[in-house]
């Protein structure tokens, strides 16, 4: 990379494991400088530092950062601390989720609540801020990590389907809002990857989604990270308010 050629920072939320830490690889491999959001500190020193030690191999900054994104308040001290070290914010990915499953009759207020909490309001909380540095910059993409939950629906998941919906709306306003300003705003909607989050299902449920997936597999981390490159990549500047589906022919 020339001189004159600025890194970009990118900032993946939930990147300690799974497909956000794939993403935060993927994006260091591509030359970006690299935020890895942490939960706390154990998640932190468990998983995030060795994350930024492979995205480090490529020859970038990597270094972790701890806010859980649920929080309107440290979101904003995360967004002006990445800012801070690294000079700007060109890139965020909205990857940070959970899930905590039931049926819609059975399903408890707090269950509800708190996965509207992490994995909705965490995009409005770094959208808005991030989106902020990037206005200024007149320039900056965000990913969101939908699912297809949020697009079909899913038993046992109306409150991750309703987070994941939600994203949908969110990208569709962001981008529209952002893009006079040189800011393209998507989201992937990936199927079932195997990840810590899937492998935890039952083993018979897991038999029935694979006999609906055309490509008869299961998705990997790697399938996702590549999707969110692509959308972060000048290859895509023409992309915006759009939902990649990345589930090997799941829902079609
Ligand atoms: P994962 O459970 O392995 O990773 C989730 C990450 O989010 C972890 O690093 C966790 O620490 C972090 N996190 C959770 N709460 C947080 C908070 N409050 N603040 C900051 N970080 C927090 O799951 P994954 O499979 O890698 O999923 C990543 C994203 O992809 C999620 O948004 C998930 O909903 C979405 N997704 C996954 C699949 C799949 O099949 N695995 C499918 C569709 C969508």
Request: hydrophobic fraction near 45%; charged fraction near 20%; charge should be neutral.
């Amino acid at each position: 990379m020339s001189e004159e050629q600025k890194r970009k920072t990118a900032l993946v939320t939930g990147a300690t494991r799974g497909i956000g830490a794939a993403v935060a690889r993927r994006l260091a491999q591509d030359g970006c400088n690299v935020a890895i959001n942490c939960l706390n500190e154990q998640l932190r020193d468990e998983q995030g530092l060795a994350v930024a030690e492979a995205c480090r191999a490529f020859g970038v900054e990597a270094e972790c950062f701890i806010a859980d994104v649920s929080s309107h308040d440290q979101c904003r001290e995360m967004v002006d601390t990445v800012k801070a070290r690294f000079g700007s914010l060109d890139i965020a990915v909205n990857n940070a989720g959970i899930t905590a499953d039931g049926l819609l009759v059975r399903m408890k207020e707090e269950q509800y609540d708190k996965v509207i909490a992490v994995n909705q309001k965490s995009v409005f909380n770094i959208t808005k801020f991030a989106g902020a540095v990037m206005m200024r910059q007149r320039s900056g993409r965000i990913i969101n990590v939908s699912s297809v939950a949020g697009l079909y629906g899913n038993p046992g998941q109306i409150n991750y389907s309703a987070s994941k919906a939600a994203i949908v709306g969110m990208t569709l306003t962001a981008a529209k809002e952002l893009g006079s300003r040189g800011i393209t705003v998507n989201a992937v909607a990936p199927g079932f990857i195997r990840s810590d989050m899937t492998d935890v299902l039952a083993e018979e449920y897991k038999k029935k989604v694979l006999d609906l997936i055309s490509l008869g597999h299961f998705g990997e981390i790697e399938d996702v990270a590549n999707a969110v490159a692509f959308l972060a990549s000048d290859g895509a500047r023409y992309i915006t308010g759009q939902v990649l589906v990345i589930d090997g022919g799941l829902m079609m």
